[in-house]
């Protein structure tokens, strides 16, 4: 009976189901529990990048320096468009700098325009009162007191002395340098200076040889003879002037001298002095 026993015990431990792991080696049992700590790691931490293959993002070397002469090309480009911004920029304010100048300088030009305008009529009117107070300062000499007194020589012959006066009839006075007489055909004439004050004369003596019957007529009637004159003075602005006189004499005891211009009466000025 013990002998039965014993072997349906062995039976039925036999035919129980052994549990999972039980009776396995270890090695097993640890491959079988990786997946549930695989999968409980990957629940338990965050999930983390994959790793990146650094041999994969470094470029090439031939990229490498195409990028580096793209980046320099870039770089030039980009210097060189701020270099020419810069010239506009410049040329610009040169623009407007000139448009300044050239309004600056029309305004100068108005100026100096302006300037030679007043500077004209200034000269002009300058000039107007020179010749006004040259026409003041002005002188001119006249010839008066004329008369004739007959005279007679040891040898018998008559004379006609002819005296007048070179006269100064303005209120400066000038220096008589010479006088030039021409009574018929017979000259005389003076050349030393004397000087005239105002309102004040030179008497001139030119004697004129006559006949007998000449004196007579001047008795009794008058004696015609032409008469040219020349009157030579420095006026007070130290100027050299010649004053002509040309014209008639009637001489006679009755009524003296009288000189009669040939286109009558008045003051003459030389011609050199009208070009003048």
């Given at each position: 009976?013990?002998?039965l026993?014993?072997?349906?015990l062995?039976?039925?431990i ?7 792991g ?11 529990d990786r ?6 790691a990957a ?5 983390q ?26 770089q ?12 506009i920029a ?7 700098y000139?448009?300044w ?9 108005a ?7 007043v ?11 020179t ?9 001119w ?14 040898d ?6 002819v ?7 303005t209120?400066?006075?000038f ?13 005389n ?10 309102k004040?004369?030179y008497?001139v003596v ?9 004196r ?16 030579r ?7 050299v002037?010649?004053q ?12 003296g001298v009288?000189?009669?211009p040939?286109?009558?009466g ?9 070009d003048?």
């Amino acid at each position: 009976m013990r002998c039965l026993i014993v072997p349906a015990l062995a039976i039925g431990i036999w035919s129980q189901p052994v549990p999972q792991g039980l009776g396995q080696p270890e090695k097993c049992v640890a491959q079988t529990d990786r997946p549930a700590k695989a999968e409980d790691a990957a629940k338990t931490k965050k999930p983390q990048n994959p790793p990146t293959n650094k041999a994969a993002l470094t470029p090439p070397a031939g990229n490498q320096n195409e990028g580096a002469n793209q980046q320099q090309s870039d770089q030039e480009l980009k210097t060189a468009e701020d270099q020419k911004n810069q010239e506009i920029a410049i040329e610009r304010k040169l623009v407007t700098y000139t448009k300044w100048l050239v309004v600056v300088g029309a305004i100068q030009f108005a100026a100096l325009v302006g300037q030679a305008v007043v500077f004209f009529f200034t000269l002009r009117t300058i000039s107007h009162q020179t010749k006004l107070q040259g026409i003041a300062l002005r002188q001119w000499v006249d010839i008066e007191k004329w008369r004739a007194t007959p005279s007679w020589k040891e040898d018998g012959t008559i004379m006609l002395n002819v005296q007048f006066h070179v006269i100064n009839p303005t209120n400066l006075p000038f220096t008589l340098i010479a006088v030039l007489t021409e009574i018929g055909d017979q000259r005389n004439g003076i050349n030393r200076k004397n000087l005239i004050p105002p309102k004040k004369g030179y008497p001139v003596v030119t004697p004129i040889k006559i006949t007998e019957e000449q004196r007579l007529k001047w008795e009794q009637d008058k004696i015609p003879f032409p008469v040219s004159i020349i009157a030579r003075y420095e006026d007070v602005l130290e100027k050299v002037r010649d004053q002509p006189f040309n014209g008639w004499i009637m001489c006679s005891q009755t009524n003296g001298v009288i000189f009669i211009p040939p286109y009558g009466g008045g003051q003459y000025i030389a011609e050199a002095d009208i070009d003048n």
